[in-house]
Structure formats: C-alpha cells, structure tokens
Nanobody, 127 residues
Framework: QVQLVESGGGLVQAGGSLRLSCAAS????????MAWFRQAPGKEREFVAA????????YYADSVKGRFTLSRDNAKNTVYLPMNSLKPDDTAVYYC????????????????????WGQGTQVTVSS
C-alpha cells in the first residue's frame, strides 16, 4: 500500500502562484511513477503532469506547460508541483496519484492506471 497526502492548495488571484506537495509513504517511492490530476466541478478528472518512476522523464498537459513544473525528491518521498501564472481555468481539486513502474505518456495520462490516490487539495484562482 502507498499513502499519499497532498498539501499546498488555497485561494490565489489570477497571475499568482502556489506550490503543491504530495508526501508518500508505504513503499519504495523511487519505484513509482508520480502524477498530478485535477478535477473541476462537472468535469472529468484531467491529467496535469507526471514523472516517470525512473525519474528520466516528465510530461505535462498542454494547458499547463511552461507554467507548472513537477519535481520529485526521492530522498524525502515527496513530489512537488509549483504552479505559476495561475488562471481561473486552473481552479479544481488537485490529486496526487502513484503507480508502480508505468511509463509512456499515453499510459501516464490515463487516471485508470493509477491505484493510489491522495485525498485532493482545492486550488481556487479568482479573476
């Protein structure tokens, strides 16, 4: 089992910044691909970013590319998502997800392949 706990959400004005964190426990963190998804009211869960378990590659949704930067610290079992130039369209509940040893962008973008999820953290961007 892997337990994931997100933190760092909040209310920010458009153009502002937040940094989300996801702390993992339970298994060898470095074996897990880590990802962020988000879900706005009335919408499906949407891929945001992912870091492969090998640490070799990071992928982003086009809507956040250049504004969000995913990083992972395997020594601290934590993955981070600094978010800059936030827009009202970024408003959603953000979820951290983990799955062992998956790769390939088409796989990592699919929320159904992840067995482990955090409880979510609300991000609200006001205009």
């Amino acid at each position: 089992q892997v337990q994931l706990v997100e933190s760092g959400g909040g209310l920010v004005q458009a153009g502002g910044s937040l940094r989300l964190s996801c702390a993992a426990s339970g298994r060898t963190f470095s074996y897990y691909t880590m990802a962020w998804f988000r879900q706005a009211p009335g919408k499906e869960r949407e891929f945001v970013a992912a870091s492969t378990w090998s640490g070799g590659s990071t992928y982003y949704a086009d809507s956040v590319k250049g504004r969000f930067t995913l990083s992972r610290d395997n020594a601290k079992n934590t993955v981070y998502l600094p978010m800059n130039s936030l827009k009202p369209d970024d408003t959603a509940v953000y979820y951290c997800a983990a799955q062992a040893r998956i790769g390939g962008i088409s796989t990592m973008r699919n929320p159904e392949v992840y067995n482990y999820w955090g409880q979510g953290t609300q991000v609200t961007v006001s205009s």
